[in-house]
């Protein structure tokens, strides 16, 4: 017997088969991204930035970081969820074996929590974070990205000190860094370094700008320490520790004319800078005040006639170091005073904000600080620009772009890990 199907093979019916394609080509499974950190979080400034800004974008993005006291397991903060990884080895000591240990631990526990969470790419923000990243990427089948925050090769960090140890960093650095699907670093000296030395694509550079927001100058600081209203005030805001130059810009005081000095900011020097201080009868030109809260610290600079970042070169990556500091200044609408060094020049020169003095040397730091100061029409004219570059060009949402933009690639080159966003 023959059977007419005219009526269910036709056109008709096959119509919506034939478009499950073309739907399921506009449906996109959601990229997860897990952001590694080998440290608390919660002052790291930069994660939190890029962690809210893919997160705005649409994609799914879960921070793993190094549990410390006080911190709750996971917590979900500006559209992204942080997971803190404690260590039963927390507590045993500081030797360099134990310190491996402590590492190794870390690793096994990152690598299988960021398993479980099933990532599409994972993101290793410096090299102490990179090798479980890789082993974690590698397991899921995930991108990975490297985000190098500075020059760590070439630190001047305690445990670097060996030579063994410091080759052994370069050669891990160089062969992840090759097997990374894209690197990001926080300046264009840094990048072209690390290129050079690994031989790989320059990295993007995605500067570590503050997001600018409109900030109103204020006297907190006048008020707060009972600074003379005839007292200009130069401000350092960041962590106290060797290299910073610290010691040198106390010296500075001695030479200035009609200013003070605060230092804000984490003791990581155990209490020298106020023996320094002391030692040299500078109490009441030179003020140090604890640190205060990231969301604070604008507030803080915005009270404040100039900023000053006296970072010493002892190291390449201080050498071609740009801090943050220098992008709060810019959105406090202050002017800058800043080592000598090649990133910092290049602001300075761009944008004519400040000017740059002999980091090595008190009595070049206090005469560069006094001219800024003196002539109020430069003054003036340095902060307007300050805050102008600060609000058109030198801020997150102008960098954040480039990030971005990466991640576009990386889900244009994954036919897996899509999203509709």
């Given at each position: 017997?023959?059977?007419?199907?005219?009526?269910?093979?036709?056109?008709?019916?096959?119509?919506?088969?034939?478009?499950?394609?073309?739907?399921?080509?506009?449906?996109?499974?959601?990229?997860?991204?897990?952001?590694?950190?080998?440290?608390?979080?919660?002052?790291?400034?930069?994660?939190?930035?890029?962690?809210?800004?893919?997160?705005?974008?649409?994609?799914?993005?879960?921070?793993?970081?190094?549990?410390?006291?006080?911190?709750?397991?996971?917590?979900?903060?500006?559209?992204?969820?942080?997971?803190?990884?404690?260590?039963?080895?927390?507590?045993?000591?500081?030797?360099?074996v134990i310190r491996f240990l402590k590492y190794l631990e870390f690793c096994i526990r990152a690598i299988y929590r960021i398993c479980h969470y099933h990532p599409d790419v994972v993101h290793a923000h410096d090299i102490n974070a990179l090798v479980p990243a890789y082993i974690a990427a590698r397991l899921r089948k995930a991108r990975l990205v490297y985000d190098a925050h500075e020059l760590w090769a070439d630190r001047h960090?305690?445990?670097?000190?060996?030579?063994?140890?410091?080759?052994?960093?370069?050669?891990?650095?160089?062969?992840?860094?090759?097997?990374?699907?894209?690197?990001?670093?926080?300046?264009?000296?840094?990048?072209?370094?690390?290129?050079?030395?690994?031989?790989?694509?320059?990295?993007?550079?995605?500067?570590?700008?503050?997001?600018?927001?409109?900030?109103?100058?204020?006297?907190?600081?006048?008020?707060?320490?009972?600074?003379?209203?005839?007292?200009?005030?130069?401000?350092?805001?960041?962590?106290?520790?060797?290299?910073?130059?610290?010691?040198?810009?106390?010296?500075?005081?001695?030479?200035?004319?009609?200013?003070?000095?605060?230092?804000?900011?984490?003791?990581?020097?155990?209490?020298?800078?106020?023996?320094?201080?002391?030692?040299?009868?500078?109490?009441?030109?030179?003020?140090?005040?604890?640190?205060?809260?990231?969301?604070?610290?604008?507030?803080?600079?915005?009270?404040?006639?100039?900023?000053?970042?006296?970072?010493?070169?002892?190291?390449?990556?201080?050498?071609?170091?740009?801090?943050?500091?220098?992008?709060?200044?810019?959105?406090?609408?202050?002017?800058?005073?800043?080592?000598?060094?090649?990133?910092?020049?290049?602001?300075?020169?761009?944008?004519?904000?400040?000017?740059?003095?002999?980091?090595?040397?008190?009595?070049?730091?206090?005469?560069?600080?006094?001219?800024?100061?003196?002539?109020?029409?430069?003054?003036?004219?340095?902060?307007?620009?300050?805050?102008?570059?600060?609000?058109?060009?030198?801020?997150?949402?102008?960098?954040?772009?480039?990030?971005?933009?990466?991640?576009?690639?990386?889900?244009?080159?994954?036919?897996?890990?899509?999203?509709?966003?």
């Amino acid at each position: 017997m023959a059977y007419d199907l005219s009526g269910i093979m036709g056109t008709d019916f096959l119509r919506p088969c034939l478009s499950i394609p073309n739907l399921l080509s506009k449906v996109r499974i959601a990229m997860n991204v897990a952001m590694l950190v080998l440290n608390a979080f919660i002052h790291d400034t930069r994660v939190q930035k890029e962690a809210k800004t893919l997160a705005g974008a649409g994609y799914r993005v879960r921070i793993f970081a190094l549990h410390g006291p006080g911190l709750p397991r996971k917590e979900t903060r500006d559209g992204y969820e942080v997971e803190w990884i404690p260590l039963r080895s927390r507590p045993w000591g500081t030797l360099l074996v134990i310190r491996f240990l402590k590492y190794l631990e870390f690793c096994i526990r990152a690598i299988y929590r960021i398993c479980h969470y099933h990532p599409d790419v994972v993101h290793a923000h410096d090299i102490n974070a990179l090798v479980p990243a890789y082993i974690a990427a590698r397991l899921r089948k995930a991108r990975l990205v490297y985000d190098a925050h500075e020059l760590w090769a070439d630190r001047h960090a305690t445990l670097l000190r060996a030579a063994w140890i410091r080759r052994l960093v370069v050669l891990v650095e160089k062969f992840l860094a090759r097997r990374a699907d894209a690197v990001i670093t926080v300046n264009p000296s840094i990048a072209k370094l690390l290129s050079q030395w690994y031989r790989i694509p320059a990295p993007v550079v995605v500067m570590h700008c503050q997001e600018y927001q409109d900030v109103k100058r204020n006297e907190i600081l006048r008020q707060e320490l009972g600074i003379p209203s005839n007292q200009r005030i130069v401000i350092y805001a960041g962590l106290f520790a060797p290299g910073r130059g610290l010691e040198t810009l106390i010296k500075a005081a001695t030479y200035l004319d009609q200013a003070v000095i605060v230092l804000m900011g984490k003791d990581g020097m155990n209490g020298r800078l106020h023996r320094l201080v002391t030692k040299l009868g500078l109490q009441n030109r030179v003020f140090i005040r604890e640190p205060v809260p990231p969301e604070k610290v604008l507030d803080y600079v915005a009270s404040a006639d100039l900023g000053v970042i006296p970072t010493q070169s002892i190291d390449l990556s201080y050498h071609y170091s740009l801090e943050n500091k220098i992008f709060h200044c810019l959105t406090a609408g202050i002017p800058i005073a800043v080592s000598d060094q090649p990133e910092k020049r290049r602001i300075i020169e761009t944008y004519s904000v400040g000017a740059v003095f002999d980091q090595t040397d008190p009595r070049d730091i206090a005469r560069v600080i006094n001219a800024l100061l003196s002539d109020q029409d430069t003054y003036q004219a340095m902060s307007q620009r300050a805050r102008q570059v600060a609000q058109r060009v030198l801020n997150w949402q102008v960098e954040s772009r480039k990030l971005l933009a990466l991640y576009e690639r990386l889900l244009e080159t994954n036919p897996i890990a899509r999203e509709s966003r």
